[in-house]
């Protein structure tokens, strides 16, 4: 062991420069696909440590939506065998405000759950029994970052804090933060029993009308219960009416673990964070490509060194070295090289890990970077690794005689690098196809976010605290006489934020109809602000006293719902009041680009959660005057509670998170790649240079030019470049319109975006090049011909 470490370190000092090359590529190389293998490994055990996860199912209706009405659980709980355990689930209407003790009021997030919610889910408790936490209203569990947040300290079980400065919670139990690889979220959580006695008289038909479809219904079944049969049961003890929407063979029951990769019709629920496979799978091909990069480097400076190995072979052989010695010696080697470019990979993980985190928004259990599973199966992996990649050139190089060794030298090096230049091409390959994606997917979510359908330029939202809420004509006013607002609105939606869907009787001519729809409240100063253009029909305006309860649909509301023409129909609200359809406006995307455009149904009612705020000016310092005046008068008005304040257009852009959290990723790990082939074609022009010194020389003593000697060194990796060019276009092409299959509304695969990954990849490559290659052009050809 001590002589193959001497011998490790007699290499470097000889070549320190490829080498080092080499061990830093192999070493960045590793870092990736550890950062990457244990995010992917999160993401694809999401909700595996819950105890029952496995008996666990979310209902989802015939329709793919995941919203159900409170009715269903009290209807069919305790008649269906094999059905253990029922559990309906909500996010708050509206962000909650904490408040214990005279602190500082916060914000936070609230879930609300039936009483049997641990029986199904499985947390580390810090403080209290879950087993009895929301058998009581008005009782609830919190994380331990918001105990800390509310009252210093995660010994807070018994002691009381304000919900919206209005309702006391009980705090029943403390537990930890729920991991990263889960989909349900939380920091606070409460009983179905507090959420009726907080909700107040006017939420009383979510808990007895089946179109309200507020919650997510989970259920825990017996052991070796199918679901199907669960389905059956369940649909008949559904009215008539509702049928459509539980029959048996549309409906179904998702297992827990495979929640977080569905893709439902109805999204929204807050409290449910979903995931992409595809984009996992992506990531996880984008280490292999940068693994792939990085044992290209190490097999090509590898055989850049085969002369000083045959050499040094031929007289270990001679001074009587035996076969399986040197085998032994050669293989332990490799090991050391990749061990020792194992452990500072693990140090760069370290090092970049946090701030990577916060740039790309990928979270995961960092506990897993140290787990001994981890450490074992790297292990194991780079003692594969170092073997796989040694073991020909070793069995060759000892199986040979040893004369044989010390007479082979510049035609078995020419025979490697020749070898070396095919590798060098799958390496530029592999860069020109991640440059193109990354191109990809940022043209994906530019066009995204310019074809909404709707004006977001200049326009702020602000959320109505409790206090703003009831002072809503008051800041309406403040803000009419701001010289900066063009105009005012108040209204239910908010990009990104939680909207209703109601599914309800229409009145037609031919009778009546059951649809399904989103829906909120805006004034009618919303169409024009957010420019919604009007297909037929008329908007309702303030001039009219009879266009209360009016409506307006979308183009897919007549469409999904198969209406020919909705106007003048009649929606039965669940108040009792029946709301009127005057006009419909132009398809316009109000969630994510990604899902298809659902009905939605605007009303003209009273109940709003924002108002929007059109400026005058595109001014960035009047903006920011304008936005902290704004700030000040909505403090006035809502001392006690928090308010929210956002651009409409930054909140557009965060539904797109996801995307552009990929795209993150995509681009850094992408770079990776280039960075460890361009320390590859560093490395290899440098042994090219060294190699072909005395060339070169002979060459400027008859009068080469560096021009000429310039072009001479770069021609080959230029060749390179464009063959792996050619050979990108296809495979980035596949990928690219495998890609784009996952997105309802996509944008086209351009030309320039091949045309562009060529040229920076071609760019990079040259400079790389030309960096060593012009120092070997401008040398004194005396010092390289003086031993001639």
């Known amino acids: 062991m001590l002589s193959v470490i001497k011998n490790i370190i007699r290499n470097f000092i000889t070549r320190p420069a490829i080498n080092l090359i080499n061990l830093t590529g192999l070493s960045l190389s590793l870092a990736v696909v550890i950062i990457l293998a244990v995010y992917c490994y999160s993401e694809l055990t999401t909700d595996r440590f819950h105890k029952n996860g496995d008996r666990v199912y979310l209902y989802v209706k015939s329709s793919g939506g995941i919203y159900t009405p409170g009715v269903l659980k009290e209807t069919i709980d305790n008649k269906i065998p094999g059905i253990e355990t029922i559990v309906r689930m909500a996010g708050a209407w509206e962000q909650p405000v904490f408040e214990a003790d005279g602190g500082e009021p916060i914000t936070s997030d609230l879930l609300f759950a039936d009483d049997g919610f641990f029986n199904l889910f499985s947390y580390n408790v810090i403080d209290g029994d879950l087993r009895s936490a929301l058998s009581e209203p008005m009782n609830a569990v919190v994380t331990r970052s918001l105990s800390e947040k509310i009252f210093g300290t995660t010994r807070s079980v018994g002691r009381n804090f304000k919900l919206n400065n209005d309702k006391l919670l009980t705090v029943s139990a403390v537990i930890e933060e729920p991991p990263a690889n889960s989909c349900i979220n939380f920091s606070a959580l409460t009983s179905i029993a507090t959420r009726k006695i907080t909700q107040g008289n006017g939420a009383e038909g979510e808990f007895t009308e089946w179109g309200w479809n507020n919650f997510q219904t989970f259920f825990l079944l017996e052991k070796n219960m199918e679901p199907d049969r669960s389905i059956k049961s369940i649909a008949e003890f559904v009215p008539d009416k509702e049928k459509s929407n539980y029959k048996e063979k549309g409906a179904s029951l998702t297992r827990l673990e495979k929640v977080y990769f569905s893709r439902f019709t109805l999204f929204g629920a807050d409290y449910l964070r979903f995931g992409n496979k595809v984009r996992v799978m992506i990531l996880l091909v984008v280490a292999t490509l940068v693994l792939l990069v990085a044992l290209v480097n190490y097999i090509n400076i590898s055989s850049s060194q085969w002369n000083a190995k045959i050499k040094q072979t031929g007289l270990m052989k001679v001074l009587g070295a035996r076969k399986a010695e040197l085998m032994k010696n050669m293989l332990t080697e490799s090991f050391l090289f990749f061990l020792a470019a194992l452990i500072i990979g693990i140090q760069i993980v370290a090092v970049v890990n946090p701030g990577l985190s916060d740039f790309t928004g990928i979270r995961f259990n960092s506990g897993l970077l140290y787990s001994r599973g981890l450490i074992l199966l790297s292990l194991i992996s ?22 044989d060794n010390l007479k082979k030298s510049v035609a078995v090096e020419k025979k490697n690098f020749s070898f070396s230049s095919i590798l060098v091409t799958v390496q530029f390959t592999i860069a020109m196809s991640l440059i193109a994606f990354t191109f990809l997917v940022q043209k994906q979510v530019k066009y995204g976010s310019d074809n909404m359908g709707i004006n977001t330029d200049n326009i702020i939202g602000i959320k109505l605290s409790q206090q703003l809420g009831q002072k809503k004509e008051v800041l309406k006013n403040i803000l009419g006489d701001k010289s900066f607002v063009r105009s005012t609105s108040f209204c239910q939606y908010f990009p990104g934020k939680v909207i209703s869907q109601w599914g309800v009787d229409l009145q037609m001519k031919e009778g009546k109809k ?23 029909g008329r908007f309702y305006t303030r001039d009219l006293v009879t266009d209360k309860g009016k409506i307006i649909v979308n183009e897919s509301f007549a469409r999904e719902n198969k209406i020919e023409d909705p106007l003048g129909c009649k929606i039965f609200g669940f108040d009792g009041n029946e709301y009127e359809i005057i006009g419909i406006v132009r398809d316009f995307h109000f969630e994510s680009f990604n899902t298809p455009i659902a009905p939605l149904a605007i009303l003209s009612g009273s109940y709003f959660s924002h108002c929007l705020v059109n400026f005058n000016t595109r001014d960035f310092s009047t903006l920011k005057k304008s936005l902290d005046e704004i700030k000040s008068i909505t403090s006035e008005l809502s001392p006690s509670f928090p308010v929210e304040i956002g651009f409409f257009d930054q909140a557009v852009e965060n539904i797109y998170r996801s995307e552009l959290q990929f795209r993150k990723t995509f681009s850094i790990f992408s770079g990776c790649a280039i960075l460890i082939s361009c320390l590859g074609i560093l490395a290899l022009s440098l042994f090219a240079c060294q190699r072909r010194v005395k060339e070169i020389g002979i060459r400027k003593v008859n009068g080469a030019r560096i021009s000429e000697i310039l072009y001479l060194l770069n021609r080959d990796f230029l060749r390179w470049v464009f063959i792996a060019f050619l050979i990108s276009i296809p495979f980035s092409w596949y990928a690219m319109n495998r890609w784009l299959q996952g997105f309802t509304y996509k944008t086209e695969i351009s030309w320039w975006i091949f045309v562009l990954a060529g040229i920076i990849v071609m ?19 005396v010092e390289a011909l003086r031993y001639e």
């Open 763 to 781: 760019t990079v490559a040259l400079i790389t090049v030309s960096f060593q290659t012009l120092r070997a052009a401008t040398r004194n050809p």
């Open 514 to 536: 059951q649809v399904n729809f989103h829906t909120f409240n805006a004034e009618p100063e919303f169409f024009p602000m957010l420019g919604l253009q009007l297909v037929k």
């Open 382 to 403: 780079v003692l594969i690794l170092s073997i796989a990649f040694s073991i020909i050139p070793v069995i060759r190089l000892t199986s040979s005689r040893a004369v």
